[in-house]
């Protein structure tokens, strides 16, 4: 099963490709990670919020890092 990674296949198949996701811009698979993240809340206190994020080579610097 080819992965969808030729250049003609990349937008055609870009969100069926067997539920994965391929960047359009880096080509590889976006993933999606679960973060927490530490939120100020109105009272003050921080509280870990949880979230989902799509991860590929575009952004995955950034959230390791915390940027995002
Ligand atoms: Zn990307």
Do not use: Q
């Not at 880096?26 to 991860?55: H, M, Q």
């Not at 995955?60 to 995002?68: N, R, V």
């Amino acid at each position: 099963m080819p992965k969808g990674r030729s250049f003609s296949a990349k937008l055609a198949h870009e969100i069926s490709t067997e539920g994965k996701v391929i960047c359009p811009k880096c080509d590889t698979e976006i993933k999606k990670v679960k973060l927490v993240r530490n939120v100020k809340s109105k009272s003050g206190k921080w509280a870990p919020k949880y979230e989902f994020v799509d991860i590929c080579k575009c952004n995955e610097k950034d959230i390791m890092s915390g940027k995002l």
